[in-house]
């Protein structure tokens, strides 16, 4: 039996290495990483095992967020610049 860490995003996958470290110091069980969405544009510190989606746009909705805004979106969005730039939302 394996240990899965399910996470949203793998960004640069400082946060999962870490988890998975601490992890699988505590269990002789293989730890696995599960991600919904990957960037493959960054490099990682953990490749997920398992991944969903690749995209390297910023994105929005279901759980992401940009400055706390955007996360109770039902769907994935991606951000526009001028979203990104702008001071009002």
């Not at 069980?29 to 997920?48: F, S």
Request: with cysteine; proline share 4%.
């Amino acid at each position: 039996m394996n240990v899965i860490i399910l996470d949203d995003i793998c960004d640069t996958g400082k946060t999962l290495a870490q988890l998975a470290k601490t992890i699988q110091s505590m269990t002789s069980k293989p730890v696995k990483v599960a991600v919904l969405v990957t960037r493959p544009d960054k490099n990682h510190e953990v490749e997920p095992n398992f991944s969903c989606v690749t995209c390297s746009a910023f994105i929005i909705g279901y759980g992401l967020d940009y400055n706390y805004q955007g996360r109770q979106y039902p769907e994935i969005y991606q951000k526009y610049d001028e979203w990104l730039t702008s001071n009002t939302y």
